[in-house]
Structures are given as structure tokens and as C-alpha cells.
């Protein structure tokens, strides 16, 4: 019996031997009886031939001589370039190997590579040399330690069943000391014996990973090299691996100290206003800085812009909508000196104010709707709150380093343990944690649930925090040390340590529930439950009698299925040898806990033959088939209706320790180095206060740290890149134009003093953006005019950007599809909840679903990774993936042709002359005066009078002509009327004017 | 230069002056033929497009407006067009390319653990499975091709197949997003961006960079696909559709009369004009106006690219057309020769979701794919080699993986698991030499072992052979120099170049 259950894998076995004979570069271990290969004869032409070149007597790129093995062996800049006698970890091997050497030439082929191989795995020795010289030296093969096992081997397969959360069977994978210590069957392991370990024993035959779970559990077989490692570890005494730390920060990767001549890592200073000629232009320090600059270059700022167009450009500015026309009246009638300060403290006021400013901080963020990743890319149906949180974030006025320590640590402000008891307020800071929880995330299918995704989704949510919060490329120290700024490699995965308490890649959940798979799969979800009280009933409402729908679906299908079951059964037990079937169905009488070890066995072994498996009936019987399709069907349609369960898409620590962490060499999980406990970046320590944890007692406390790390007031980095950002909104370029690199490839400041003093300025004043909006918008430099700011009135200074004069802008996607549906009436402006839904039309176009209330604002839009609206899609609304700090701006046909035949357009032109025409009546002239008004918030002039009003007669009478043949029914005259406003107000929305501010 | 080119054009838009003299409007048809002075046809539109445009560096660092005027290669290049047939799902090299006596030998054996361990759907895997098809050496060069594709088998003489292609990933989406973006991840510029952000176009008034889809379904990763990624959004791919209007929002959604959308136009360019009038000097705007007359322009160019009307019946019968099987794919061939005709730098062909994606029935599944698109694409080889279009284009042919020499879902009709460690793609048209086989994978047509060919090195030989050291064609983000092959290690395939 026992013969029969593993001839399989015996089969299997054999087969690999077959398969590994036959294929080339897979050749097995020879005997190593004939003598190892010499340096000279067997390797060093080949060196000359491909490598001498640039690693030669002449020249030693990255240090490196290849030339002599006294040379070879000594190494480069990278270190050793051999291991002798283990070519995998041998960099000159690797190098080649993966085809990244020689550069730009065709790769050694398969035959070099071998001979490179055996020279190293046979020791690495000159011609003649005596073996014993190697054998001195080191071991033949290098020992196989506890980094090469349990993570690349153990940790990615095992942790799901035998980890922190469940350990079934007792046992825990997780360390050495618990796989010594064992489980149910007793230890897992014996060092040095591997043939009486469990652990390989059950690996070995294939029982564990249990093969039958594999795409449930996202893991793969273990192959054999591995195994053979496993095998070795344990029969080397599975020795731990020694912390090599010191020597390797001594070479290449140490934590670097040359920070002096980074700018950006300096805390900021607080500098005077420097004092300029043109003093009556300086209405406040930000103008004395700018001017001193244009001074030095003989210019200064542009005259003071047309009252009417800094209203407008207010507007924009702030809540991305233009004024209305009776706005426009009312501010030109206005003639308090003081104005102006008033109207910004208003739109300050608005609630418009945070749809506006808040979407900026969603870019930074990579607020998305969807998980993307998968071409499924399934709805993220509960993110809209972290939307709607960011947007009161900021029409609240939340002080800055408020708002970053609740995004960053919510969950360890309130404890998510509690959660049931806590009102909608107090999870607020639950909700902000959704600022780690937007990269793309595919991991809910199990098809891209394995361990290098998961190291993905950190990897980008790193790349958002430190670009976003940091002005940081600290995703480029992934795999290797930051090229060009001070942060090791090391500093990477510091970083991603902080987030590892919640995001671990071998402990992890998946980020909703998968589209397929039954609820209640082994991954929990990343999801906290929670509604209020309304939504709550909302959903038992409409959720009750879909389930019992559901639940009678389900019990009629078992009903249903008993006879067949019974009759599977019965044929699956006559398939177990005839001698042992009385003794099964005997073992299957006594109750599992009283069975004696034999019919323990007995019922283990025969699994298969005693249960049905989902699937297996449908499989068998057509009749039953055909049954259970149609149910299924009908479950899924009710399924459809369920409302899901209110929550939280959070991030919140999960309670014990989560598993080591490892600086992964170039990246790859396979391949752990030191272990790295969490920490911000070595070169900035010396600049701010310590990096210091203390733990809450429900959380790690790893992110509530870095919060307070990143809030402490004269931080080098976070006022300053919170600073630019505003400034960057404002004008349309930040003083560091690359807003998520303050490093060394970045931009340099334009303005280093003006950035330091307006990084001190927002501090003190509170961490207050509004503070610092009313101070910029205040300044003389915004209330410039943009009339002339082309090349020849900056005197070459690029971009404009030393200001002088305003720059003019582009109105960026949202501001300008709420522009148009304001101006045409259509603008529904119900704030926060659920995103809209939008359609994909026959031809293509993505459009939004608008209600009889009008259509909502932009950023209340489904952001479906893979629909996004084709307007903003056009206007350059970022991609998120992961997160965009500033957005490009083209100038694409797409968007003449959007703008100029879309429906969006069309219609909204013909509601935009409906509304004028509702406003001011039939006076052809107030008509195009209000059209004016509320497209360019100005009175047009007389000749712009004249024209429009000889092309809206031109039109007028055209259609008046032709009308008949289009609706007789209607009143001729006011319907040609309307129609031709219509084509001049399509032409306006299509007007530089009105898309430039 | 372009300026030049656009005053000729410009001058014939209603001008300001015509529209406040209240001269009569011109209607819209004189105004268009006037463009091409009653020639309708695409060499004359190649050539308003192309005249007076000499050729630009390629963008540096220089902060300059990015634009697709053509711009000289590194080098002297081999291939001015590329046609990207792509053909997602994973076609079979097992069943189609890349004939594997020994799989009989070992027919029925279960796979080993190291096999086993490349299986996407490991709950379905079956035993090592031999091709159904037969293979046959064909043309002068003798290569080997399967039974399935009897046209293409006729054009061996002319292809560089390479049988050694192995990727990185066993799911769609990071496969394909690797074989387009040089990245297992979302978010990086496609192949085709780089391509038309390192040469801009021949033909201002096409896009540059043209995406033929299956009008059935988008592919895995839809739009995504020609994303342009964080390089200006004016080298994303432009879907040109082939049934009915070939871009979104070519013409308005409902009719209007001429005079009434001239008029539209007149007013709108008087608004412009007095604008730039009081903001001088500001590129934007003048671009912006620029940018309104190309759009106009563009409605009839795009139209009658994808005219198929105006080729003869022998040629739509060449490419199927009337047959309803090659009909989809013929249409999308034919256009992708018009476009390249025009000047279009670089147009990708993708195919209805998952066709060559057989985890079960094989057999049926590749009669259907290769029933779709083997006609077409020899006739595609064909015809661009009779126009003499075949010296400057370059036509790739592949997947973004292969399959697994094992069945799946042995219990039904048998099919393939993916396999990215080895796969095959062909190359044929500039700079290819015809009749080579390069590469080779193991005995069980599983992995590449013989010069393997990463999507790197693939990538790195299309910008050769558009004259490009994809080391070079760098852009600038964020302070660091991007590049389509990243820090990945890549070689141009010298074995295949002519």
C-alpha cells in the first residue's frame, strides 16, 4: 500500500533525472576526481577575449584587474570579484551570468559559462596548483546558513499555515529555534541529520506545500536546488548565518556621511529679507526675495494685473471654478481697498476651496478608485473616504504636521481594536491611513499574490511616502545604493521596516475580497470593518433578503446534491484495495479524536477517496451538472445585489512581531543580506532629532515614530517640500522644480532663502496652508499681470523663473471640465461619498454619468485605473501608478478635438447659451455681455462687442433660414436664436482665453 | 521649417482678416480640398505632412516644448517604420515554431519539480504533451515550421525567427507590460513612445504612433498598453479605430451645417488672435492655435489613411477581406501598410483578448488564431515588399510569452500553460536577414539555452535598427536619465541583422 501511494512521486523523481540528462545547462554534478581547473590555460584567454579590455593592465573600470589572478582575486570597487569555490555567489559570475558583462557585447556562451563555473566551484586556482592550497583556504563549498533557507525557501511557502497567525499542527516555521522546537509530531529538524527531519522529509515527498493548495495559498513546489539547500543546512548542523554587517559597511554601502553638500539635508535657516531698490513693489518678504533677483538682472516684476483678471485667477486659483457673472458685478462694484484680501479670505472659506487643493494632495498620494495591477482591475469601493477625508483635511485647515501624522499613523492615534465603539469622528484618523493603502495592488488575485509582488506594493507605497513627503527617490535605493544621492541601499530597507509591522510581505493581506474565490479564503483582507449607524441599516436593509435568497439557493442545491454525493462516495470507496476497505470504513466509524493511530493513518492516506471535492460531483454527473450551473448562476445574480459591509480601507499594524527584515541584494527576495531593523534615512539623522520608538500598546509604534520624526519643526525636508508644493500650485512651478527630488539630480531652488523662509514661516505659523495661500496670493509677485512673461521679457531666464510677471496657466484637467459645467449650468456640487460611476461609450469615450442634478465635480469621478475619463485623460490627468508630484502638460490634437467635438462640449455649449439666454433675455447685446462675464469674467470690449454681435446675426439668420427642415415644430425665431449663441459660446469654451488664467 | 509648413496650410483656414471683412465663409469642403489642391490621396498627404520638415536632434534636457517633428537617429538607421504585430496571449512556439521531436519520446510523463515549479495554474497541470502538428522544412533556408501556418511558411526566405526568447513573469499583465515597457510594472513608457520620443514623425498630420486594436476587445492591460507613460503625453499611442470614425471625437457627435461650423471656426480663431495678440511671445498660445488648424487636418488625413475603399479588389482579396475569418485582421493590415506608406512611424496591431492563450483545446484554439492571422500577415509581407516599403520597415511578430511543452486540463480537450522561459518571435522587413533561425531552446521546448534573447535585448535591436543605441535614447525625469531597457543588461541581437 504504502508502495502505492508514492510510486507518483517516485515516477516523478525519475522523470527529473530523465529531464535534467537531456537538457543542456542543467548538466549534474561530475565526480570531482579529475584534477580542478587552472586559472591560465582555462580561463584567462577567455578573459582576454572579453574582458581585459576594460578590466585589463591598461584600464580598470570600477577598480578592477583582471589581468592575474592575484589581481582577480583581490577585486574591484564591488568587492571580491570571486568566491573561490562557490561560483553563485561570485560577483565576476553573477555578472556574466545574467548577461549584464561584457557590456554592450553579445554573452559568453553556455560552454564559457560552464568552464567560469567549475574553475570557481573547484577553487578558483592557478594552473598546477595544489587543491589542499584551496582547501586551506575555505571550505570546499561555503556553508549554507539560516539567510539561505528560511526566508527564500521556508518563509515565502510555510508562513501562511505554520507563522504568526495560524500555526497548524503547533508548528512555527518562522525561526530556527521554533523549527527546532517543532510541533504536534515533534521537532521539525535535527541538526545534522536530515534524513530524521520532518521538515525535508514531508518537503521531500511532496506532502508539504500540500500540492492541492498551492493556487489557493499563492505558493510554488520547492525545486531541487532548493531542496538540496534545505538538505545541506540541515546536515551542516543548520548553522545561523553570522552577522557580516561590519565588514560590508566598510566597503561600497556604508551609511555615508557626505551630506555636507547637500543642500536639502540641512535644516532650514530663517532669512532676513534682503532690502531691494524697488521697494514700493514689495507688499511682503516674498517679494523682496523674487525682486532681489530680478534686480541683479537688471528687471522687475510686471504692473500690477487688471483688477478683474487677479479675481479671476483668484478663482481658478482656488476652488478651479470661475466666478459667476453677478460675482464678477459685484467685486468690480466693491471698492473697499481691502477688497482683494477679502475675496481670497472667502474662497479660503468655500468648500470649494478643498476639492480643489485636496486632488493636488491626491496626485501626491495616488489616489486611485481601482487596485490596478490586473487586468480585472477591481474597484476599490471603499477608498472614497480617504478622498473625502483629504478634502476636509484641508477645508479644515489641518495643520500640516497633523495631517501627516494621521495619514501616517492613524491607527496608532486610535485603537483600530475597538473600533465598534468609536464614532464616525474619532476614526478619522483610521480613514487617513488610506494615504498607504493607494499603490496599485493586485495581490487580491491569487495569481499576483506571491512574495515579489508583495514587496511591490511596499516598494511603491514607499516611492509615494518619500517622494511626496520627503521630495525623495528613495525607491531608487531598492536595489542597489542611491547612485547619486547620500542613501545606501540600507536606507531603503530601513524604511520599508517601518511599514513592515503592516505590511509584510510573508504575513499578508490581501487588499479586498477576491473577485472569484469563496469568502473566507486564507488571506485576511487589509480592510477594517466600519459604518455609522446609518449606513449600517442602510446596508442590513437592502442586504437581508438577498440572503436568505442566497441561503435557500444554497440549501436547495445540497438537497440537490446528497444522492449524487452518496453515489461518488460509493464508487470512490470501491477503488481502495479490497483488504483494507472494512478497515477504513471501520476507522471511519470511530470518532476522529478516538481513532487509534492506524486508522488515524488509514483515513489520512485515503483522503482523497473519502471526501468530494468542490467540482468533482459537477465532473462526474452531467445531470448534476447542468442543476448546479443553473443555481450558481442564480447565486451569483443575487450575489450581485449584496451591499458590501462599510470600511475602512486602512492601514493598521498587525499584533506581534512581524518576520525579520532583510536588506534584499539587488532586490531580489531570494537573495536576503543583513538583517535591518526599522529607521529614516542614515544621512538625515545628523541633521534632525533621533528616530524613536515608543510602542502603543495595540501597534508597533514603528510609523507613529516616523510621524514625529518627519513633524519635528526644523526637519530639513517636510516644511520645505510642503512649501514648494504650495508655491508650485500657485505659479506653476515650485522653486525646486522637480517637487519629489530635493536631491542631487533635482532641480536646485531658484530661490534657496525664499524657500528656507517660507519653510519657517509655515512652521510658525502653525503648519496652516491656508496661512501660507494667504501670504503668497497676497504677495506683489502674484498680482502681477501675465500680459508679456514670453523670452524676451525675462531676459532669458528659463521658464520664467525668476517672475516677472505672472505666468500664465493652463487650466488643468478638472478645473477645466468644472469650469464648463459651471458656466453651462450643470454643475451639481453634492460633495464627498462614492465615486460616480462612468460610462464607456460604443466609440470609446469615457464619459461621466450625470443625474437631472447636473454632473459633480472632477474629483468625485470613478478613477478606474482602466477607464479614466477620457476629458481629464486628455487634459493630462495623471496615470497613478503610483503617484504623480507634477503633472506633465501637453498640447495633443486629442485635445482640440475633445474640446471641439466631444459631447461634453457640445452639449454643455448649448445649456451654457440656454442659461444666458434664461439670465438676461432676448437683448442680443446683455447676451453676449453675460457670456463674457461668465467665461472670462470680464466685460467684453467694443470691438469684441461688434464682432460677436455681427457673427451671432450671421449665425441667427442662417439658422433662421434653415430651421424648417430640422423641427418645424418649434418657435422659429428663439430657437435660431439660441442656436447660434450656442456656436459662439462653443467657440469661447474653446478660447485660449478661457482655458489660460 | 515647421513654420513654414504652417503658413502655407494656415493660409488657407478662414483667416481673421476674411472673417471681420465679413467675406463669404468658405464651406468646409473647398476649404479641405483646397488643402490639397483637389488631390485626395495619400502621397500627397505624406507630403504636405513631411515637406519642409528637416530633421531635429533627438529632445535633450532642453526644456523645449516636446513635439513629433522628425529627428535624426544616433546613426544611420535601418528601418524608418516598425509594424508591431502583437500577438498577446502567448502563442504556442511549441505548436507553431519550434518542433520538438523528443516531447513524443517523453509523451504522458509527468513534469519534474523544477518544471512543475514554472506552471501558472498548478491545479490543472497534465504531463509532458507533443505537438499535435507537424512540422516541415520549408523554403531555401529550410526552416522548420508547423503545419498551422501555411502562409507564413511560405515566407521563411524572408524572416528572422528567433527561438530563444525567454521573459520574466508566467501572469499576462507583467509579461506584457515588460514586452511593451521594458518593465514587469505599470506606469513606464511603451516601446512605441520611446520610438516616436526618440524620432518624431514623418507625417505631422497622422499621429505618430498608431494603435490598430481588435474591434472585438481591448487586450489584457487595455490602454495601457501604448501608454506614454511619464513621457509627454504627445508620444502616447493613438488608437485609430478600424470601423467607423477612426479617432475619438474626429468629427462632433451630431451634424452641423458648414457655414455654421465655419463660422464656429472663424470666431474661435479671432478669439485666439486677439488673445496672442495681448500676450505675445508665449509659444504656448501660438501652438495652442497651431494645434486647432493640425486637428482640422487630421480629419481628412486619418480618414483617408483608413480609406481601404481605394485599394484594388486583388489586394483586398490578397488580404482576406472577403472572407470572414482574415477579414478583421486583413483590414488592420492593409491599414498598417497605408499608415507606414504615410509616414507613420511606428503602428502596433494587437488582437482580440486572449487568442493565442490555449489552456485547453489547443488545437481548435490554434486553428482559430492562425485561421485569423496567417493570411493577413503574409499578405502584409507580401505587399509591403511589391510598394518597396520593405527596405524601411520593420515588421515583429511575438507574444509576450510561449507555453509549456506539458498539457493542461488533460481531463477536457488538452491546452498549455504559459511559459515564459522560452519562447519565439519573428522579425522580418529592414535590416533583417532572411532565413535565419536564432537561438534555441532545450530539448522539451522549455527554456531558451541557445543565445537567449531577453525583451531587453529585442527592445535594444528595434531602436538599432531604427538607428538608436537604446543606451542612449535617454530621458530625463525627475533628475535621473531613463531609458526603455532601464538598468537591465541588453544586446543587440547581431545574429538576425542583414
Known amino acids: 500500500m504504502a508502495a502505492l501511494l508514492s510510486r507518483a512521486s517516485l515516477f516523478r523523481l525519475s522523470l527529473l533525472t530523465a529531464c535534467l540528462a537531456v537538457v543542456p545547462g542543467a548538466i549534474p554534478a561530475v565526480a570531482e576526481t579529475d584534477p580542478p581547473p587552472g586559472f591560465e590555460t582555462r580561463v584567462l584567454p577567455l578573459l582576454q577575449a572579453k574582458c581585459l579590455a576594460c578590466h585589463g593592465p591598461q584600464i580598470q573600470q570600477g577598480e578592477l584587474d583582471l589581468s592575474s589572478l592575484e589581481r582577480l582575486l583581490e577585486g574591484g570597487a564591488a568587492g571580491p570579484s570571486v568566491v573561490p569555490g562557490s561560483a553563485e555567489r561570485s560577483l565576476l559570475f553573477q555578472k556574466v551570468e545574467a548577461g549584464e558583462m561584457p557590456l554592450g557585447q553579445d554573452p559568453l556562451s553556455p560552454g564559457e559559462l560552464e568552464a567560469i563555473r567549475r574553475w570557481i566551484d573547484r577553487g578558483a586556482l592557478a594552473d598546477g596548483q595544489d587543491p589542499g592550497a584551496f582547501q586551506a583556504r575555505n571550505d570546499l563549498k561555503p556553508a549554507v546558513t539560516s539567510h539561505d533557507v528560511l526566508a527564500p525557501i521556508l518563509h515565502v511557502r510555510c508562513l501562511i499555515c505554520h507563522g504568526r497567525r495560524t500555526q497548524e499542527a503547533g508548528l512555527d516555521l518562522r525561526t530556527r529555534a521554533s523549527i527546532l522546537k517543532g510541533g504536534k509530531s515533534g521537532p521539525a529538524m535535527v541538526p545534522g541529520k536530515p534524513a530524521e527531519s520532518l521538515l525535508l522529509q514531508r518537503i521531500q515527498a511532496e506532502e508539504m506545500p500540500p500540492p492541492k ?363 481502495i484495495p479490497e483488504a483494507l476497505q472494512a478497515d477504513v470504513e471501520a476507522a471511519l466509524k470511530v470518532a476522529e479524536d478516538s481513532r487509534s493511530q492506524l486508522q488515524k493513518y488509514l483515513v489520512e492516506s485515503f483522503q482523497e477517496f473519502l471526501t468530494v471535492e468542490p467540482g468533482e460531483l459537477e465532473k462526474r454527473f452531467e445531470e448534476y451538472r447542468e442543476e448546479s450551473a443553473k443555481v450558481n448562476e442564480a447565486v451569483r445574480k443575487a450575489e450581485n445585489k449584496l451591499q458590501r459591509h462599510p470600511s475602512i480601507r486602512a492601514l493598521f499594524d498587525m499584533p506581534g512581531e512581524p518576520t525579520p527584515n532583510y536588506l534584499l541584494i539587488r532586490g531580489e527576495h531570494t537573495r536576503p543580506g543583513d538583517a535591518v531593523e526599522p529607521g529614516v534615512p542614515s544621512a538625515l539623522q545628523a541633521h534632525t532629532r533621533p528616530f524613536r520608538i515608543r510602542k502603543p500598546e495595540w501597534s508597533s509604534g514603528r510609523r507613529l515614530a516616523l510621524a514625529k520624526w518627519l513633524g519635528q519643526p526644523d526637519h530639513p525636508l517636510t516644511a520645505r517640500v510642503m512649501a514648494n508644493r504650495i508655491w508650485q500650485h500657485h505659479f506653476g512651478r515650485g522653486l525646486v522644480a522637480t517637487p519629489g527630488n530635493f536631491g542631487k539630480l533635482g532641480t536646485s531652488p531658484s530661490h534657496p532663502e525664499l524657500l528656507d523662509w517660507l519653510a519657517t514661516e509655515f512652521v510658525r505659523q502653525g503648519w496652516s496652508v491656508k496661512a501660507m495661500h494667504r501670504l503668497i496670493m497676497t504677495s506683489g509677485a502674484y498680482r502681477q499681470s501675465s500680459g508679456n512673461t514670453g523670452a524676451g521679457a525675462t531676459n532669458g531666464h528659463s521658464e520664467n523663473s525668476l517672475l516677472s510677471g505672472f505666468p500664465l496657466q493652463r487650466l488643468d484637467a478638472e478645473a477645466l471640465r468644472d469650469s464648463i459645467l459651471k458656466i453651462s449650468g450643470r454643475l451639481d456640487p453634492t460633495p464627498f461619498g462614492p465615486a460616480d460611476e462612468v460610462e464607456v461609450q460604443e466609440d470609446g469615450e469615457v464619459t461621466s454619468q450625470c443625474t437631472t442634478a447636473g454632473c459633480r465635480r472632477s474629483v468625485y469621478m470613478l478613477q478606474r485605473r482602466t477607464t479614466p475619463l477620457t476629458m481629464l485623460d486628455t487634459f493630462d490627468a495623471p496615470q497613478l501608478n503610483p503617484n504623480c508630484v507634477k503633472r506633465s502638460q501637453s498640447m495633443v490634437t486629442s485635445q482640440a478635438l475633445q474640446l471641439w467635438n466631444s459631447r461634453l462640449a457640445r452639449k454643455s455649449a448649448r445649456h451654457f447659451a440656454g442659461r444666458v439666454i434664461d439670465a438676461v433675455g432676448s437683448d442680443l447685446e446683455s447676451q453676449v455681455e453675460q457670456v463674457y462675464l461668465a467665461a472670462l469674467s470680464r466685460w467684453p470690449t467694443a470691438s469684441e462687442r461688434q464682432a460677436a454681435l455681427r457673427e451671432i446675426g450671421e449665425l441667427d439668420r442662417y439658422w433662421s433660414e434653415h430651421l424648417d427642415s430640422h423641427t418645424p415644430a418649434e418657435p422659429k425665431r428663439s430657437r435660431a436664436r439660441w442656436l447660434a449663441l450656442s456656436t459662439f459660446c462653443h467657440a469661447m469654451l474653446n478660447s485660449a482665453e478661457f482655458i489660460f488664467y | 521649417m515647421r513654420s513654414g509648413n504652417q503658413a502655407r496650410l494656415g493660409s488657407t483656414l478662414p483667416s481673421r482678416e476674411s472673417a471681420e471683412s465679413g467675406a463669404p465663409l468658405p464651406s468646409r469642403r473647398e476649404l479641405f480640398s483646397s488643402l490639397g489642391n483637389g488631390f485626395v490621396g495619400g502621397a500627397l498627404a505624406y507630403l504636405l505632412g513631411r515637406d519642409l520638415l528637416s530633421a531635429q536632434p533627438l529632445p535633450a534636457d532642453s526644456g523645449q516644448a516636446p513635439d513629433l517633428k522628425p529627428r535624426r537617429p544616433h546613426f544611420e538607421p535601418r528601418a524608418k517604420s516598425v509594424i508591431h504585430l502583437f500577438m498577446n496571449g502567448g502563442p504556442s512556439q511549441i505548436d507553431l515554431f519550434d518542433p520538438k521531436p523528443m516531447l513524443k519520446k517523453y509523451e504522458g510523463q509527468p513534469p519534474g519539480r523544477d518544471l512543475t515549479n514554472d506552471v501558472e495554474q498548478i491545479a490543472s497541470v497534465g504531463t509532458l504533451m507533443p505537438s499535435p502538428f507537424e512540422f516541415q522544412k520549408r523554403g531555401r533556408c529550410g526552416m522548420e515550421i508547423s503545419e498551422m501556418l501555411p502562409f507564413l511558411s511560405r515566407k521563411v526566405d524572408d524572416i528572422a525567427l528567433v527561438r530563444s526568447m525567454f521573459t520574466k513573469h508566467f501572469n499576462h499583465e507583467p509579461a506584457i507590460f515588460l514586452m511593451q515597457s521594458g518593465r514587469t510594472i505599470v506606469g ?311
Open chain 1, 213 to 575: 493548495d498551492f493556487s489557493r495559498y499563492c505558493v510554488r513546489p520547492v525545486t531541487s536546488p532548493e531542496l538540496e539547500k534545505l538538505r545541506r543546512w540541515i546536515a551542516d548542523g543548520a548553522p545561523e548565518t553570522p552577522s557580516n554587517g561590519a565588514s560590508r559597511d566598510s566597503k561600497g554601502s556604508t551609511d555615508r556621511n557626505d551630506t555636507a553638500d547637500l543642500w536639502s539635508f540641512q535644516p532650514p535657516s530663517r532669512p532676513a529679507a534682503p532690502r531691494v531698490a524697488q521697494s514700493d513693489r514689495v507688499r511682503n518678504p516674498i517679494d523682496a526675495f523674487l525682486l532681489e533677483k530680478l534686480e541683479a538682472r537688471g528687471l522687475g516684476f510686471a504692473p500690477p494685473a487688471d483688477r478683474l483678471a487677479l479675481m479671476r485667477r483668484a478663482y481658478l486659483d482656488l476652488v478651479g471654478l470661475p466666478p459667476t457673472p453677478d460675482e464678477v458685478r459685484a467685486y468690480h462694484r466693491d471698492s473697499d481697498p481691502q477688497a482683494y484680501e477679502r475675496l481670497v479670505d472667502r474662497l479660503l472659506d468655500s468648500a470649494h476651496y478643498g476639492e480643489r487643493w485636496g486632488r493636488y494632495w491626491l496626485d501626491a498620494a495616488g489616489y486611485a478608485d481601482s487596485e490596478g495591477k490586473v487586468h480585472a482591475d477591481n474597484l476599490r469601493p471603499h477608498a472614497y473616504r480617504y478622498r473625502d477625508y483629504v478634502i476636509r483635511s484641508f477645508n479644515d485647515d489641518k495643520p500640516y504636521d497633523r495631517f501627516l501624522l494621521e495619514q501616517i499613523a492613524g491607527d496608532e492615534l486610535v485603537d483600530y481594536r475597538k473600533l465598534d465603539s468609536l464614532t464616525p469622528d474619532a476614526v478619522e484618523p483610521l480613514i487617513a491611513t488610506g494615504f498607504l493603502r493607494m499603490a496599485p495592488d493586485g495581490t487580491w488575485s491569487g495569481a499576483q499574490n506571491f512574495v515579489p509582488e508583495r514587496l511591490d506594493v511596499v516598494a511603491d507605497q514607499v516611492e509615494v511616502l518619500s517622494s511626496t513627503v520627503m521630495g525623495l527617490t528613495l525607491a531608487c535605493a531598492r536595489c542597489h545604493d542611491h547612485k547619486y544621492d547620500p542613501l545606501p541601499q540600507r536606507d531603503f530597507y530601513r524604511f520599508s521596516a517601518i511599514l513592515r509591522s503592516a505590511y509584510d510581505p510573508y504575513d499578508w493581506l490581501i487588499p479586498q475580497e477576491p473577485l472569484l474565490a469563496p469568502a473566507g479564503g486564507p488571506f485576511p483582507k487589509r480592510l477594517l470593518r466600519y459604518g455609522s449607524e446609518e449606513e449600517l441599516r442602510e446596508v442590513k436593509r437592502n442586504n437581508g433578503p438577498v440572503e436568505q435568497e442566497i441561503k435557500r439557493l444554497k440549501r436547495s442545491l445540497e438537497e440537490k446534491a446528497a444522492p449524487f454525493k452518496a453515489r461518488l462516495l460509493r464508487e470512490k470507496r470501491e477503488k
Open chain 2, 188 to 498: 513606464r513608457p511603451s516601446l512605441g513612445s520611446w520610438v516616436v520620443y526618440g524620432l518624431g514623425s514623418e507625417n505631422q498630420n497622422l499621429p505618430a504612433y498608431v494603435v490598430l486594436d481588435d474591434p472585438k476587445m481591448l487586450p489584457v492591460n487595455g490602454l495601457q498598453n501604448w501608454q506614454a507613460g511619464w513621457l509627454p503625453p504627445v508620444y502616447q499611442g493613438t488608437r485609430l479605430k478600424s470601423e467607423g470614425s477612426p479617432l475619438l471625437n474626429l468629427k462632433p457627435k451630431e451634424e452641423f451645417p458648414t457655414p455654421v461650423l465655419n463660422m464656429a471656426r472663424s470666431i474661435l480663431t479671432r478669439l485666439d488672435g486677439d488673445h496672442l495678440h495681448r500676450h505675445p511671445g508665449q509659444p504656448e498660445l501660438q501652438a495652442r492655435i497651431t494645434n486647432y488648424e493640425l486637428a482640422a487636418r487630421m480629419q481628412i488625413a486619418a480618414s483617408d489613411a483608413l480609406d481601404l475603399s481605394q485599394e484594388s479588389p486583388a489586394t483586398h482579396e490578397m488580404y482576406g477581406l472577403n472572407d470572414e475569418a482574415t477579414a478583421s485582421y486583413g483590414r488592420r493590415c492593409l491599414m498598417a501598410r497605408r499608415l507606414v506608406e504615410r509616414g507613420v512611424r511606428m503602428v502596433q496591431l494587437y488582437i482580440e483578448e486572449q487568442i493565442w492563450d490555449q489552456h485547453s483545446d489547443l488545437a481548435g484554439g490554434l486553428r482559430y488564431a492562425c485561421g485569423k492571422t496567417d493570411k493577413p500577415v503574409h499578405a502584409l509581407l507580401t505587399d509591403l515588399k511589391q510598394r518597396g516599403l520593405w527596405d524601411s520597415t520593420l515588421v515583429v511578430w511575438g507574444g509576450e510569452f510561449g507555453r509549456l511543452p506539458l498539457s493542461q486540463h488533460p481531463d477536457k480537450k488538452a491546452g498549455r500553460d504559459h511559459g515564459p522561459p522560452g519562447f519565439s518571435v519573428w522579425l522580418a522587413g529592414a535590416g533583417i536577414k532572411g532565413g535565419t533561425v536564432y537561438g534555441a531552446t532545450d530539448e522539451l521546448g522549455h527554456r531558451a539555452v541557445e543565445n537567449p534573447v531577453s525583451v531587453h535585448d529585442l527592445h535594444a535591436t528595434i531602436l538599432h535598427l531604427l538607428g538608436m543605441n537604446h543606451r542612449d535614447l535617454v530621458y530625463r525625469r525627475e533628475g535621473r536619465n531613463e531609458r526603455l531597457t532601464d538598468e537591465y543588461p541588453a544586446r543587440v541581437v547581431n545574429g538576425i541583422l542583414a
